[in-house]
């Protein structure tokens, strides 16, 4: 941890909490330069969405779990952010659906690579992604690279937090994609089969629960035909758009 210790009395506790796995992630070498503006841009969304699961948000991850449990070859790519902020809840989830996981980075080092692939070694868990023998179709330089036994073959990716120029190719690749982002309107989350607006760890928690219930099989199938991603993202500003006009009603009443 860092040198700031976060008081458990602190209103805004959580938020501070990851905050500080994010910096430590970073003392560490686990995240990168950008990992610290892109967790901002997180918190920013958060406060619009109320810092909660929405029903759009759990509608979207049960969706996703379905979708993950049909699949043949389905792949957890994590990177620098997300190996900070959830690597247990990552472990957990994987095991749970039987995914592989595969350490995949924006901006690549190979330095970076081991060092999360060691907080994952050090949890007793092997990943992919330190030796990669693939590139994903259309991108260039080091953040094409990937595994033929992970993320190349995947059928399905869930790809928290990530760049809509790579959610787009591992679309044109024929892969189902899932995300999870806080901001509706990044390109990832325009792009993805599903996107989970919700905070990346309250998301896989709520995946992880949704993993271990039993589910019937005609339920499951009528969710996942039912589900429309880009419903759900309209679902996502509708509420962003009305919390701030009853907030913004509220303070003039306040004022008057
Ligand atoms: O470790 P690397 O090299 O793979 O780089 C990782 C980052 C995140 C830096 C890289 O993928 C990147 O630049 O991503 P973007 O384009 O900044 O997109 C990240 C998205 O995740 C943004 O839309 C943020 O709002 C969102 N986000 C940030 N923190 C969270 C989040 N969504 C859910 N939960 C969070 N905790």
Do not use: W
């Amino acid at each position: 941890m860092t040198e700031f210790k976060v008081p458990k009395s602190h209103p805004r506790y959580e938020s501070l909490m990851k905050r500080e796995r994010i910096i430590e992630g970073f003392n560490k070498g686990l995240v990168a330069h950008a990992g610290l503006i892109a967790h901002g841009r997180g918190e920013a969304f958060d406060y619009l969405l109320g810092e909660k699961t929405n029903d759009f948000a759990k509608l979207a991850e049960q969706a996703a779990v379905l979708k993950i449990k049909q699949s043949k070859a389905p792949v957890f790519s994590v990177n620098g952010n997300v190996a900070a902020l959830a690597i247990d809840e990552v472990i957990a989830l994987a095991k749970a659906l039987n995914m592989k996981v595969e350490v995949n980075l924006f901006y690549r080092t190979e330095e970076r690579v081991r060092r999360i692939a060691d907080e994952f070694r050090a949890r007793g868990y092997v990943v992919l992604g330190e030796v990669p023998d693939a590139r994903i179709d259309g991108l260039e330089h080091a953040r094409a690279l990937c595994t033929k036994a992970g993320i190349y073959s995947a059928d399905t990716v869930l790809v928290p937090l990530e760049d809509g120029d790579r959610t787009k190719a591992l679309r044109d690749m024929g892969k189902f994609v899932i995300t999870i982002d806080l901001n509706p309107l990044s390109r990832t989350a325009q792009t993805a089969n599903i996107t989970i607006v919700d905070e990346l760890t309250r998301a896989l928690k709520n995946m992880l629960e949704f993993a271990n219930m039993k589910i019937n099989n005609r339920n499951a199938v009528e969710l996942l035909s039912n589900y429309n991603n880009e419903a759900n993202l309209s679902s996502a500003l509708l509420f962003i758009n009305s919390r701030l006009s009853e907030l913004a009603r509220h303070e003039k009443q306040e004022r008057l």
